[in-house]
């Protein structure tokens, strides 16, 4: 329940949209529904904080409650205004945060309908279509939104993401063959990476995602874990990857350098990963 409280970057995205659709038109009177919704979109930004703010203390319950109410302010305002985008965006990217996404999808498939180029909208319906088992079907709505705004790192996370999760039901489809479907994921890790320069996860997955190809390109893979090695700052981050490293190096078949990373590593909390890369040293020892 909390994870989706401290999501609120989203919803500040649609208020910028919304605020964009507002810039391109003269100056004129808020209406009757932009009032409404703005006092929604305070009060559930209202509950949200409170919420986040109680931490372990939270009253589940009574944010149930108070986000029922805001849910019903939401039908009310669409069923007095049923062709007014901007609640069905906000509407619907509140369900998908509260774990309702069959009817996130339903609201956003609204207001896709309403404003066909809100390109964060179409990335939410392809994500909670993926989240519902239907990967293939999410595809189109991922790629449209990375056309509408190729530059948002989080759609081409979303993109490898995809990719790599239904890689067996695009290939059985024919989308993709094997190696056309390991480029694209691959593509779409780094460049989310690369828009988000700071973004360390996004950067970690990229590494992670060779280990994900059919056929592998260990020397790109090393030099981004080592890369990623020269950012960080903890003990146990530089401990992390170096496991990542030895990893590598022993599927290059190096494995007195990886045994050599390996016992650099001393830190309690890896202790599991780095008993398993020793059995593997172990095993390729006696070959």
């Known amino acids: ?148 705004e190729p530059k948002e790192p989080l759609y081409h996370y979303h993109l490898g993401k995809l990719l790599t999760e239904g890689r067996d039901d695009f290939i059985k489809t024919g989308q993709f063959t094997r190696p056309a479907l390991d480029k694209a994921m691959l593509e779409a890790f780094l460049r989310a990476a690369e828009l988000a320069p700071t973004n360390f996860s996004y950067a970690y997955r990229s590494a992670e995602a060779y280990y994900d190809l059919e056929t592998p390109k260990w020397d790109e893979a090393l030099a981004l874990w080592r890369k990623l090695d020269a950012g960080v700052a903890t003990p146990l981050e530089h401990q992390t990857l170096r496991l990542h490293q030895a990893n590598v190096l022993l599927k290059q078949g190096k494995p007195a350098e990886a045994r050599a990373l390996a016992d650099t590593v001393t830190e309690i909390a890896l202790a599991k990963q780095k008993q398993t890369l020793l059995d593997q040293l172990a095993k390729a020892g006696e070959k």
């Not at 999501?7 to 808020?30: D, H, K, Q």
């Open 1 to 148: 329940m909390r994870n989706f409280l401290k999501t609120t970057v989203a919803l500040a995205a649609l208020l910028a949209v919304n605020a964009g659709w507002a810039a391109e038109a003269p100056p004129r009177a808020e209406t009757m529904a932009e009032k409404t919704l703005k006092e929604i979109v305070a009060r559930q930004r209202d509950i949200m904080a409170k919420a986040d703010k109680e931490g372990d203390q939270l009253d589940v319950a009574r944010l149930r409650g108070e986000l029922q109410a805001v849910i019903n302010s939401y039908d009310v305002l669409i069923q007095k205004n049923p062709d007014f985008a901007p609640a069905y965006v906000t509407y619907g990217m509140l369900l998908g945060q509260v774990g309702m996404t069959r009817e996130a999808v339903g609201i956003l498939l609204k207001a896709n309908k309403l404003e066909p180029n809100i390109p964060l909208v179409k990335n939410e319906i392809g994500r909670h279509l993926a989240e519902d088992g239907k990967l293939v079907e999410a595809l189109p709505w991922i790629m449209a939104a990375i056309d509408l």
